[in-house]
């Protein structure tokens, strides 16, 4: 899995630290016709703490052509794609050019969704430069938008030529960032490995830890073994989904709201719990281990003072009704059966999802 291989297109070439820059510039040496012809897709914050990082490993990318867009989730929806295109025109980018997203979940989100409609489809890198876009966003070939707020709703499958790991752009990543993704790691456990959530949740130490770089590392293993299995989502890959219908609901849900939105992990963390007792109520979640969740991700996430804010249950319902898991009109979750074992493809009436916000 960590030579890179032409064959694997439809796969990940994942590579760690200074082999992954090795790999890059032998890349760029000998498949990129130029190296102006390379195109460094950076938001703002990523520009002044992680580029200069990425030219001090490889100086030829410095004439390289730099897009640089405002961060956060709310640059995640077509108008910056039509931005982002319009820059790569007027720098003359053809078929053969190649982008390199450097930056969190969005960045590799749109960045890659940009790449894959491009000229009907042009290469593209990904670097992550956060803990979340490392273990998942920019693992999997997911990327895409946002329409308005319905999340992701406009994307494409499209793999990156390589993916490259470097646990030093997280040296500068804020705390509530590198918590928000740990709520993904958390989610790999859950979903597919007991031992890898115990290990985990009792860790809180701080992400200079090397333990770190291991979980990390781990924590990748498992997305790439359930998207290798299943690359286009037609069955297992959904159980990644954990977590998710809600927890994508409260993301858009909160949007609007100016000092109350939740970073994307956070979302997720707050779904994982809610989802957790509807897996209690109806898909043989033993309560204990309903309880352990709770109590583990209440504590990390501050669930309790964001839960108790006044929820719109209705709306909350009809943002989920929009989700693209469903079929026709049944509202398709992902339930743990235990901790380390998920199913999908569960179908939840309504009244339980309501009932669940009064539950917790
Ligand atoms: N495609 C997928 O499979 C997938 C999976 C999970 C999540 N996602 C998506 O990922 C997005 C969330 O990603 P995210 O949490 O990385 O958010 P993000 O990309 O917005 O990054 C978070 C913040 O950290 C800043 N930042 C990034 N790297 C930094 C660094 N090294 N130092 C300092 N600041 C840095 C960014 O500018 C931003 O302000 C969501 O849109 C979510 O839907 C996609
Ligand atoms: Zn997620």
Redesign the pocket.
Known sequence: MFFYDEKKKKKNNIFFNEEGYKILENYLLHKVDSIKNTFILV????YQ??LPLLFSYLKILEISNIIKIE???KE?NIYTCIKIWKNLEELRANRNSLIINL???????IGGFVASVFKRGIRFINIP??L??MV??S??S???VNLEKI??EIGSFHFPEILIIDHN??S???DR?FI??KS?MLKHGLISDENFWVDLKKDLSNKNDNKWKNFIHKSILIKNKIVEKDPFEKGLRKILNFGHTIGHALESYFMDFKNKKL???VAVAMGMVYESWISYKINGLPMKHYEEIKFVLSNLYNIHKISSLELEVEKILSIIEHDKKNDRNKINFSLLRKIGICSYNCHVPNLLIKDCFSNI
């Open positions: 938001d703002k914050n990523t703490h992680c961060s956060g989730e995640k930056g969190g979940g969005v960045i590799t989100d430069t956060t979340l876009g998942d966003a693992v999997g997911k990327t895409g999340k992701n752009f997280l500068t990543l804020p960032e928000s993704g993904e970073l994307h992990g």
